[in-house]
């Protein structure tokens, strides 16, 4: 069964977790976890992607993502391209679909952080090549499966354990969180001001990806959602691109901060966990995004780990 899963994710565009079963998410997971025991064992190299090029498209900054993309593909024995938006012909007008079939000529997978998801499905519907969704402005898998893998290695499953997020419930980060929780069974809690809930119609396709006794709760009471958590999450207020809202989202989610007082609420032995970048003194404090549960740095390293679980299988 296993060798079966594994045969099925070669090819497959990477834009949503909800695309994959538990199994398929899980065999990622499982190879992500054997190419960190090699790394850590000293081996570097793996040569799965040997002869390989990888394109790796930014239209946002980015700092991990973009090293360990970059890293990753190395590591896994192939050759990543860096392409800025602006440094391509998308910067003068050239379509997302002409640049989707101009990639199929020269590389075996395309990696894309940009603004808008319909621009990753439009090149992952006309390129051959696997396309990897490195954010889009709704949703963030590769950094779910990050989240997950630190999770296990701390927690020893996702299934049962109750997660909460804290903070606007509407980015991509939560959104990909809310759904990889629920598709491997685990209890998900959404602390978030009203008008940051994730809508309903989210609500209810995430609900639908449950496995076991998986469990999606909203709540407008940050202490509620962490009284029980075995892991505390949360991002930051103002992204990319909301830069005009900045002063409302700042003064609507300031009860929200993840401080020692929250904390104070959460079972003693909760990790704490943030994608990065943090704004230290908004949504997180410098006292709790660097005390004793935090585990934000093993998060950041495991966006390598995870990434080259799926592109192993995937490419």
């Not at 395309?110 to 006309?126: G, K, N, W």
């Not at 290695?153 to 969180?177: H, M, P, Q, T, W």
């Not at 929780?181 to 639908?208: H, N, T, Y």
Request: glycine share 8%; charged share 25%.
């Amino acid at each position: 069964m296993e060798g079966i899963v594994v045969k099925s994710l070669r090819g497959r565009d990477f834009l949503d977790t909800a695309d994959f079963t538990r199994e398929e998410l899980t065999a990622m997971l499982s190879r992500a976890a054997e190419l960190k025991s090699e790394t850590l064992r000293g081996s570097r190299i793996n040569t799965c992607l040997a002869g390989k090029s990888v394109a790796l498209l930014f239209q946002k900054p980015s700092t991990r993502t973009r090293i360990s993309f970059d890293v990753g593909v190395h590591q896994l024995g192939g050759h990543p391209i860096y392409l800025g938006w602006n440094e391509l012909q998308l910067g003068r007008g050239e379509t997302v679909t002409d640049t989707g079939r101009t990639f199929d000529c020269f590389v075996d997978g395309i990696v894309a952080r940009v603004f808008r998801h319909s621009d990753l499905e439009e090149m992952a519907r006309v390129a051959d090549a696997p396309v990897v969704n490195a954010l889009s402005d709704s949703s963030h898998p590769c950094q779910a499966m990050a989240d997950c893998l630190t999770i296990i290695e701390r927690k020893g499953r996702i299934e049962g354990i109750n997660v909460a997020f804290v903070g606007d419930g509407n980015s991509n980060v939560c959104r990909s969180l809310a759904e990889i929780v629920l598709q491997m069974g685990g209890k998900m809690a959404i602390a978030s001001p009203k008008a940051f809930m994730p809508p309903d119609e989210f609500v209810r396709s995430a609900r639908r990806l449950s496995s076991g006794a998986a469990s999606l709760e909203l709540t407008e009471d940050p202490n509620d959602a962490v009284k029980e958590a075995g892991v505390v999450y949360t991002d930051v207020w103002v992204s990319m691109g909301q830069e005009a809202e900045a002063e409302a989202r700042r003064s609507s989610m300031r009860p929200y901060q993840l401080n020692a007082s929250l904390m104070a609420t959460a079972p003693s032995d909760a990790i704490v966990m943030h994608c990065l970048p943090a704004h230290r003194g908004e949504e997180v404090t410098a006292e709790v995004i660097d005390g004793r549960n935090s585990v934000v740095w093993e998060q950041a390293e495991n966006r390598l780990h995870a990434q080259k679980g799926i592109m192993s299988l995937l490419f």
